[in-house]
């Protein structure tokens, strides 16, 4: 059974759509996050599914063409388009045609174009840039492949969660075990929201140390810094 033939779960996606790319980034062992200059270009709301990839020659979408025909509604097409930027390898009609099948997202190492018309649509677009100049269409290319995009790595049938702080891969054999930590992490975070919450509130009959993470000090120490009040 290839990756891509997995199906997608969904009540792991529900949770994943509670949890933000910054979690998950912090709690993987490997690093998944892709580039920085991998921006939204039209962010409405998370991005979460199923990946399906394709990889492009420089400057030609043939094989997304293809793509867009081939995977089911909900999956999030991730492309590497080798960080090209001489050409735009997404525009407005090809994007159209991928909401109208619902696919739910499209992610592209590379540019992009018709930024006014993307921004109006509902299907969530991720890439490097604009770029007037249109790609061709001879090939090759390959669809549900491995490869890497924006200097991940992604399997068809891995997750994929996007918001406004970029996109991260969850490697679809651990997502269970990730989605734990991501929770743990989540549960610490907000804690730590509440302690500085409460701080404020009474800044004035509160030392210092009580609004610190509880392992600054231990790290502090091989500095020789002393204890807080």
Same mark, same amino acid.
């Given at each position: 059974? !290839? ?13 994943m ?13 490997t ?7 991998? *921006? ?11 990946a399906r !990839?394709?990889?492009?020659? *420089? ?5 997304? @063409? @293809?793509? %867009?025909?081939e995977?089911?509604p909900?999956?999030?097409? #991730?492309?590497?388009?080798?960080? @090209?930027?001489? /050409? ?8 159209? #045609?991928?909401?109208a099948l619902d ?9 992009v ?5 993307l921004?109006?649509l509902? %299907?969530q ?13 001879e ?24 918001d406004?702080?970029?996109? #991260? ?26 302690? %500085?919450?409460q701080?404020?509130? @009474? /800044?004035g !009959?509160?030392k210092? /140390? ?6 600054l ?5 091989k ?5 807080r009040?």
């Amino acid at each position: 059974m !290839t990756k891509s033939s997995l199906k997608q779960d969904s009540q792991l996606i529900e949770q994943m759509r509670t949890i933000s790319s910054t979690i998950f980034a912090d709690v993987m062992e490997t690093n998944n996050a892709m580039d920085y200059q991998l *921006k939204p270009v039209n962010y409405k709301q998370p991005l979460v599914g199923r990946a399906r !990839t394709v990889s492009l020659p *420089k400057g030609d979408n043939l094989f997304l @063409h @293809h793509a %867009i025909y081939e995977v089911e509604p909900g999956d999030i097409i #991730v492309v590497d388009g080798q960080d @090209h930027k001489g /050409s735009a390898y997404l525009g407005e009609l090809m994007a159209g #045609v991928a909401e109208a099948l619902d696919i739910q997202g499209i992610v592209i190492d590379g540019m992009v174009r018709d930024k006014r018309e993307l921004e109006q649509l509902d %299907i969530q677009i991720y890439a490097k840039g604009f770029l007037s100049t249109g790609p061709q269409k001879e090939g090759p290319g390959s669809f549900d492949t491995d490869i890497t995009c924006a200097g991940a790595f992604v399997s068809s049938g891995d997750y994929i969660v996007g918001d406004e702080d970029g996109v #991260v891969v969850i490697p679809y054999e651990l997502a269970s075990g990730i989605i734990e930590k991501a929770k743990q992490k989540l549960a610490y975070e907000q804690n730590r929201l509440e302690v %500085i919450r409460q701080y404020k509130q @009474h /800044s004035g !009959t509160k030392k210092k /140390s009580s609004i610190a993470p509880s392992w600054l000090e231990d790290k502090l120490k091989k500095y020789g810094i002393p204890e807080r009040d």
